[in-house]
T-cell receptor
């Protein structure tokens, strides 16, 4: 069964303290892995799509990487405005067309 | 910029009422989706549509129906609202080909009393 597990569930960092969020996945054939940011009470905001192992993408203080079993979202020198829930999702070649399977997210709090 | 809008940010309804949630996208996307999001359960797919008048059930379609009469508009209908349908409802859209990245609307928080 296709599955996405994110860890940790919650993470508290001091401003400037770099860290990584993990997304482990099990799919029969990965079409794409997606990272989203979600602020409280709002819809998810798209960050990155990764398609193959070894691929990396960056945006400001965020860098996403992908292996055959997991993806990491590295946050370098975070600021309080990076506080949000970060969601990971995968799309499977073998599943229903266009369907995304989501993890339950990592709640990140960055303290000044 | 992709824009997905939802008709209401907050709704309060009574048990048994018929509820309509509407979603509009302006990117000419073929695919549109309805999810619900609950604490600890993540996002779960209710229905999706890959073309006008076409729909497919997601993981939790029971108690819901959908309508897509125009390409840009996708409606979620709760035929007879129940308290266990209290949730955050999120609409998304994507192209059928290419990256298929889904773009989300701001969400509707529905409370059923």
């Amino acid at each position: 069964e296709d599955q996405v597990t994110q860890s940790p569930e919650a993470l508290r960092l001091q401003e400037g303290e770099s860290s990584s969020l993990n997304c482990s996945y099990t799919v029969s054939g990965l079409r794409g892995l997606f990272w989203y940011r979600q602020d409280p009470g709002k819809g998810p905001e798209f960050l990155f799509t990764l398609y193959s192992a070894g691929e990396e993408k960056e945006k400001e203080r965020l860098k996403a990487t992908l292996t055959k079993k997991e993806s990491f979202l590295h946050i370098t020198a975070p600021k309080p405005e990076d506080s949000a829930t970060y969601l990971c999702a995968v799309q499977n070649y073998g599943g229903a067309t266009n369907k995304l399977i989501f993890g339950t997210g990592t709640l990140l709090a960055v303290q000044p | 910029d992709v824009k997905v809008t939802q008709s209401s940010r907050y709704l309060v309804k009574r048990t048994g009422e018929k509820v309509f949630l509407e979603c509009v996208q302006d990117m000419d996307h073929e695919n549109m989706f309805w999810y619900r999001q609950d604490p600890g359960l993540g996002l779960r797919l209710i229905y999706f549509s890959y073309d006008v008048k076409m729909k497919e059930k997601g993981d939790i379609p029971e108690g819901y129906s959908v309508s897509r009469e125009k390409k840009e508009r996708f409606s979620l209908i709760l035929e007879s609202a129940s308290t266990n349908q209290t949730s955050m409802y999120l609409c998304a859209s994507s192209f059928a080909g290419g990256s298929q990245t889904q773009y989300f609307g701001p969400g509707t928080r529905l409370l059923v009393l």
